[in-house]
């Protein structure tokens, strides 16, 4: 028995507002139908955000009917459960997912936690944040005694492990139960690929390049889907590569080298069939950002889809050295004064907020801000 295992597939995310990017992603998900079709696997599981959003624009929403469809004419069964991005934490909500049941896709939700293909056991649990732990463990310990009536069973989650993302994690190693063949995971953006109990956890990361901090493991690992193999004792996992629409690029120059580089940059784009997105940072030297960013953007605008500069002139990179004890400690400071709120969970996300915006994340801070109004205020 073979299948499929993706996540992250993130249809109608619009990365910088460009409509070209939101096309990026579709046409990903394309593709990947494509070669599903083309190896013939008895299922597909998805792991989550399937959409960017609880509420996907109509595109988004036709995109995967469209493509549920090709898979259900192929004979081709989707196994799916909600990610973070694709539902709401609040009662009485349901993911869009609920509209393609009639095209072939089966939902793992809340209330129904399981179904059998073949033999197989399919389970698992839709998203839930951290503060929902005992849930969480409860329902992995149901899920654990169910599976013990199975040869062969598979379980899909869309949560991070502290094994793998130490940041804020939902699930600890040792929450998870060791009884599963395969463990289908989603939400990690990096493909990763462990031995864990009896079987393999894995995670197939993103298929598009969702933030600039993914294009390291792109270039390493590339992206796409897994296909599984249940047949032999432990599972063998093979990486099926997508070509993605266009490059994801991320360069650093040195400003006393900054003409030169700019001409080899302007070489190399000029020579891409479609235009990338292009992260540059300047670094060293003494310099004004105005003038940089001005000899950046006529040099490289019209060669690029999005431009995004970013400086670190020798003043900036020497102040970031300083660690000493009599620094300020912003975190802690944050804690200590936002305890006056009533909802602590705006404690909780200034704190993510602090943490993301210091790293250079602000797509990530985006996106955390996005999620909390759309949970808390959008009625």
Known sequence: MQFAHL???????????????????????????????????????????????????????????NEF???KKAGIPVYAIAG??????????????????????????????????????????????????GIIKERLNDLEKLSKNY??????????????????????????PKNFDYYAFGHIHERIIDDYGRGKLAYPGSTEIWRIDEVEGYQKNGKGFYLIDMDDESPTIQNVDLKLPREVIKKRIEFFKMEEELKKLQNSL??????????LTIEGGNFDRSDVYETVNNSLADLCLSLRPNYKPEE????????????LNFKELTKKHLNIFENQEIPV???????????????KAQVLLEKFYEIHYDN
């Open 7 to 65: 996540a992250d597939t993130h249809l109608g995310f619009r990365q910088y507002g460009l409509n070209a990017r939101e096309n990026d992603f579709y046409n990903v998900f394309h593709q990947l139908v494509d070669k599903i079709i083309t190896e013939r696997p008895d299922f597909v599981i998805h792991s989550g955000d399937l959409f960017e959003s609880s509420k996907p624009p109509i595109r988004a929403l036709l995109t995967v009917q």
């Open 349 to 363: 996300l200034a704190l993510n907020l602090l943490e993301e915006t210091s790293s250079g994340n602000m797509e």
């Open 316 to 327: 900036v990179q020497e102040l970031t050295k300083i660690n000493s004890p009599e620094c």
């Open 151 to 176: 040869n062969k069973s598979i379980l899909i989650l869309h949560q991070s492990v502290d094994r793998y993302l130490p940041y804020d994690p939902e699930l600890s190693i040792g929450d998870i």
């Open 270 to 279: 000029s020579q891409l069939s479609k235009k990338p997105i292009l992260q």
């Open 84 to 133: 973070n991005h694709d539902i709401v934490m609040r009662k009485n909500v349901i993911p869009p997912h609920k509209l393609y049941q009639d095209f072939g896709m089966k939902l793992i939700d809340i209330k129904t936690s399981n179904f059998v293909h073949e033999d197989v056991l399919i389970a698992g649990m839709p998203y839930l944040s951290k503060s929902y732990s």
């Open 69 to 71: 469809v090709r898979l």
